[in-house]
């Protein structure tokens, strides 16, 4: 895709959507990378009901280890996975006091020397909470950025960096956000909305019509 292109592309998802974020609900950059830990292989519906029943009684690391492992797991268990992402939990809460006086650290390398944070989720954390200007390439990202031609690649690491060479710098702030709903909401995987979508005309896909009934 030209720039002339991605420059109308992300102009439209803005003017659609002025303000994205993120769908978890968070009040705190802990409570956030909490959500994310437990947001793997996970609805962020299926997380908000969790937190909606953990963050009022536990919402910073000494309170969730006061909560203790087995109280923990029954405050997350409608959450796939909730035995070892609770596991993950607990020693991320220790390492926070430890380490970073209870404080969420501003940093890609401490961020993923945590229990439960890999690139994706550092990355949502330093964009999300902090707001630099980073790309959680989940699969919707991922999904979007080759679909449209925005980012072509086989991994989501390669996805990650060319979207970062190709999306214009006004808007790579939010594109995280805005890339994630358009592939949540429009670009679905099996069924994508292409008649309804704000940018098919600039989509590699869209152009060739490759989704569209057949005649």
């Known amino acids: 895709m030209h720039k002339p292109d991605r420059i109308t592309f992300f102009s439209r998802l803005r ?11 968070y009040r705190s950059t802990f409570e956030l990378l909490i959500a994310v830990i437990l947001s793997a292989q996970a609805t962020d519906v299926g997380v908000n009901k969790a937190t ?10 000494r309170a969730i280890l006061d909560l203790g492992l ?30 970073h006086n209870g404080e969420v650290p501003e940093d890609r390398e401490a961020l993923e020397a945590l229990p439960g944070v890999g690139r994706k989720t550092a990355n949502v954390v330093l964009n999300t ?25 086989k991994t989501p690491l390669s996805v990650e960096k060319k979207l970062l060479k190709s999306v214009p710098d006004e808007f790579l702030t939010d594109a995280h956000h805005w890339l994630i ?20 005309d600039l989509c590699r896909e869209g152009r060739k019509g490759t989704f569209l009934p057949r005649n």
């Open 52 to 61: 909606r029943r953990l963050f009022p009684v536990a919402n910073t690391p």
């Open 70 to 99: 087995d109280g923990l797991k029954e405050k997350i268990k409608t959450i796939g996975l909730f035995n070892a992402k609770a596991a993950n939990v607990i020693r991320t809460c220790e390492l926070l006091l430890e380490q």
């Open 15 to 25: 003017e659609h959507n002025p303000e994205p974020t993120t769908e978890l609900e």
């Open 129 to 153: 909470a902090f707001g630099h200007p980073t790309m959680a390439v989940d699969t919707h990202i991922f999904r979007v950025a080759n679909r449209t031609g925005l980012g072509l690649g």
């Open 181 to 200: 709903l358009h592939g949540r909401y429009t670009c679905l995987a099996r069924k994508p909305k292409c008649t309804e979508c704000l940018v098919a």
